[in-house]
């Protein structure tokens, strides 16, 4: 069956469909010898596809791997970097970071730390990363100053980003210290810098920004300690079961919509 072909490099885990469009952006994948194009599909039991200049297979396809990592400051959330940061795959032993498709769901800007998922599995990345995913995202935030109360009701009701009122979010006082404030933050989208262009423009600056959950995952497992900086974990089963489900979740919604169009 013929399938879109950054679909299949997602499924095999070559890259991320993000990152599988922008391969075959670049030409570095053929099918059947001739140049692919953005859009086009492909039968992966009939067609020869080639990513430069190597023949990758369903055969070849690895085996899925779901990860925790958490990420150090100064870490670039990419597979690699044209400035030659210190990446999330170099925290990782060759046998995950080579040839294993792994990479990460998302991004944390390199100056915030916290929990990251990495995986090789391109529908669960397409699904977390799709605009309307739910899962929930807790930070630990440190700002300056003493925001009021009514400062926190104007970032829990939403404010404007580039014209657009952000999602309702869960914005709680944890810690005044003498010049600044400890705050948990609950979100449910991800925009660029969205929690320090928000902090900026109420007049807190944020300080320091450490994820501490996706949804229910949590850098310090039940039944486990904390997670160390730097230091990674294999996803326990019922953590990969609320991730697909919230990929589920995200896939009905989308078909539900198709259906109400007609």
Known sequence: ???????????????SRREAEAMIEQSRVRINGELAHLGQKADPEKDIITVDGQTVSVIQRPALVYLL???????????????????????????????????????????????LILT?????????????????????VLVEGHPPQQVLKMWRQGVLL?????????????????????????????????????????????IRLHRTAIGSIQLQAPGQGLLGTGEYRYLEDFEIRFLKKAVEDVKNLSDSKRQSEF
């Open 69 to 115: 990592l958490h990420k150090p400051l100064g870490v670039v959330s990419t597979c690699d970097d044209p400035q030659r940061r210190r990446t999330v795959l170099d925290l990782l032993p060759k046998e995950l970071s080579s040839g294993k498709g792994i990479h990460p769901v998302g991004r944390l800007d390199a100056d915030t730390t916290g929990a």
């Open 162 to 206: 580039d014209g657009k009122k952000t999602r309702p979010a869960q914005v709680k006082k944890i810690e005044s210290l003498a010049y600044s404030t400890w705050l948990e933050v609950v979100l449910k989208e991800g925009r660029n810098r969205q929690i320090r262009r928000v902090a900026q423009q109420l007049g807190h600056t944020v």
């Open 120 to 140: 090789n599995d391109g529908d669960l990345t397409f699904g977390l990363t799709h605009p309307r995913h739910n899962v929930s995202k807790t930070y630990r």
């Open 1 to 15: 069956m013929e399938v879109r072909l950054q679909k299949i490099l997602a499924q095999w885990g070559i890259a």
